[in-house]
């Protein structure tokens, strides 16, 4: 899994979808999918290495 800093910004402008992998939902772009990720799990980020 990669860390935010690793996410090239222009991915967001790809229409890739990105996959949460905690929960399965679908977003857009990168910025929705690590703002959703840091509301509903952000909890789960510290000492985790994946």
């Known amino acids: 899994m990669q860390d935010n800093s ?3 910004k ?4 790809s229409g890739i979808p990105v996959v949460c992998s905690k929960c399965n ?3 857009s772009s ?3 999918y690590m ?3 840091n509301q509903e799990h ?3 980020i510290e000492g985790q290495q994946t």
Do not use: L, V
Not at 10 to 13: A, E, G, H, N, V
């Open 6 to 8: 690793s996410i090239p």
């Open 10 to 13: 222009d991915r967001d402008r």
């Open 25 to 27: 939902a679908t977003f």
């Open 30 to 32: 990168d910025s929705a």
């Open 35 to 37: 703002s959703h990720y």
């Open 42 to 44: 952000g909890k789960d």
